[in-house]
């Protein structure tokens, strides 16, 4: 699949891997559309920005209507997301606070963004959808997977696969591939904004690089590949292997 010359919308642009993701298109020559409910989304060079919040639906229609204003649409990168703890013991009245966070943007941000930019992928002949997942859906392959004082977090990306899944079945007839990306520790300032000094504990190891990711990214949406959740850990070569057998596609 060539992305050449189309359009490629990235959510949670401002940082981290979002602005990693943003920044490879480019170069690869696509018109990027990068947005953020963080202004310092317009600091990326090179791309077109916006101010937006993917939970919001008068949000996420402006930015698709201002992407399809540029050119045709070919790629989405569903890379907003929200991460906190949520014990399963916390107040009540704080737990729905917490879902309400969490699932407007992992899940029902997903949702709206992709459905109001599928027409456009789907009258442009074809495309690549990519959701932001962890690797916490797939195999266990070291401590901390699933961790257990953020459910609600966990939830949410076990809930993409649903749509991964779905979307990439009803999809294929319309030469659109969907996959997830479902990594490990990532250098990214949210991790780091995890530690009180902002340096990374010598025991999560050598973590990976966004740019890393975001080669990632390019390799799958070249293959062609589609309905699968491709893996990296930390201290692994961060490379798309043989796709796996169809039943293992989601969580193997």
């Known amino acids: 699949m060539n992305v050449t010359g189309k ?4 959510s949670g642009a ?23 409910i963080n202004p310092a989304v317009h600091e990326i060079s090179g791309v077109e920005a916006m101010t937006a919040d993917v939970s919001q639906r008068g949000d996420v229609e402006r930015v698709v209507a ?12 569903n890379n907003a997301g929200a991460w906190k703890q949520t014990p399963v013991d916390s107040p009540w009245e704080q737990a729905l606070a917490d879902w309400d966070e969490i699932m ?23 495309g690549a959808i990519i959701n932001l997942s962890s690797y916490y859906v797939l195999p266990a392959k070291s401590d901390g997977t699933n961790p ?11 809930a993409l696969n649903g749509f991964t899944d779905a979307w990439a079945k009803y999809l294929a007839k319309d030469n659109i591939t ?3 990306l479902a990594m490990g520790a990532v250098d990214t300032p949210m991790l780091r904004g995890l530690f009180a000094d902002g340096e990374l504990p ?18 799958v949406i070249a293959s062609g590949r589609s309905g699968e959740n491709v893996g990296a850990w930390v201290g692994e070569l961060v490379t798309l292997n043989e796709q796996p057998a169809l039943h293992q596609r989601i969580t193997g």
Request: hydrophobic content about 50%.
């Open 202 to 219: 010598a025991a999560l190891g050598d973590v990976m690089s966004a740019a890393d990711i975001a080669q990632q990214m390019m390799d």
């Open 104 to 126: 407007d943007t992992n899940l029902k941000g997903v949702m709206m963004l992709s459905r109001a930019t599928v027409p456009h992928l789907q009258a442009g002949g074809g």
């Open 7 to 10: 359009v490629a919308i990235v």
């Open 14 to 36: 401002a940082q981290g891997l979002g602005k990693a993701f943003a920044e490879r298109l480019a170069a690869e020559g696509c018109r990027v559309l990068a947005f953020d």
């Open 66 to 77: 201002a992407a399809a204003e540029i050119g045709t649409i070919g790629v989405l990168v």
């Open 148 to 158: 257990p004082d953020t459910d609600l977090y966990n939830a949410s990306k076990w």
């Open 178 to 180: 969907v996959n997830g």
